[in-house]
């Protein structure tokens, strides 16, 4: 079964192309789009004032510039680093724990 990733709560644009993503999961990641930007239709993103114009797209699903430039949810969560979470999600899968799921032998 294959898991749909986390929505996405917040963004924010860091240095060198980074993007800090927080999802409603608690855990938090950091994209480097730099890798994007070879691409034609994400070299827009190469202008530091245009990066910094980041938002989370309705509902979560991705976070876009505009209307012609998105990333999704999916390949945030797959391919972000993870820098921080919650102590109360999985560490692996970023799954919220629910009070049956820690239990010691």
């Not at 963004?11 to 608690?26: K, Q, S, T, W, Y």
């Not at 034609?40 to 991705?62: D, I, K």
């Amino acid at each position: 079964m294959n898991a749909k990733p986390p929505k996405i709560i917040s963004v924010a644009p860091r240095n060198g192309h980074i993007l800090e993503v927080m999802f409603d999961n608690a855990v938090c990641k950091l994209y480097d789009v730099h890798r994007l930007t070879d691409r034609e239709a994400f070299e827009p993103l190469r202008n530091r004032h245009f990066f910094s114009s980041v938002s989370v797209e309705p509902g979560g699903y991705a976070v876009s510039w505009g209307p012609d430039i998105d990333i999704s949810e999916h390949e945030l969560w797959v391919n972000g680093e993870k820098l921080c979470a919650s102590p109360y999600t999985d560490d692996e899968t970023g799954i919220p724990l629910t009070s049956g799921s820690n239990t010691q032998d």
